[in-house]
């Protein structure tokens, strides 16, 4: 059953937001909380885990899809296995993170913030301040934080993380 059950990913998906539903009253202002717990055990937001919360919370859909595209950390897709995110608050923009957003796109061919390469290695997105403004500028991989960034930097990482996935 497991094997070549087209609904199961999905019923996966429902059954482990309902635990994390759960642990919250049905109160509209745990709708941030819920969706970072989902965000955290998914990875992103799936659309199933979307609509649980709004028959939970009695919250329209378009509202939960608001919340999630206002905030840089919810995601409506799965991120890469390795996740670049560029800073490009203002103190990073100044020190020049277009210049690192820009080597991101050009090396992973990926044009839109969100995407992810055909293998599934890599995606990126550009986010504000991640408050390390005195490292500026700055790009993360995953958790990994890089100050002082330069674009010889991200293609170091770039490389060393393109290696490490093909092990
Ligand atoms: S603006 Fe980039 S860390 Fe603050």
């Known amino acids: 059953m497991e094997s070549n059950c087209g609904n199961c990913a999905a019923l996966k998906v429902q059954e482990e937001t309902l635990k994390i539903l759960e642990n919250y009253p049905r109160e509209k202002d745990k709708l941030v909380a819920i969706l970072n717990d989902v965000q955290e055990r998914f990875g992103y937001v799936p659309q199933q885990a979307q609509e649980e919360i709004s028959k939970y919370l009695n919250v329209p859909m378009a509202e939960i899809y608001g919340v999630i ?85 991200l293609d170091e990482a770039i490389d060393k993380y393109s290696k490490e996935s093909e092990e």
């Open 69 to 153: 595209t206002f905030y840089s950390r919810f995601t409506l897709k799965p991120k890469g296995k390795y996740n670049i995110s560029v800073c490009m608050g203002t103190a990073c923009f100044v020190k020049g993170s277009q210049a690192i957003l820009d080597r991101v796109k050009d090396r992973l061919k990926i044009e839109k913030a969100g995407d992810v390469t055909a293998d599934g290695k890599f995606s990126y997105d550009d986010v504000r301040c991640v408050g390390a403004c005195g490292l500026a500028p700055v790009f993360m991989i995953n958790d990994e934080v890089y100050g002082n960034a330069t674009v010889k930097m």
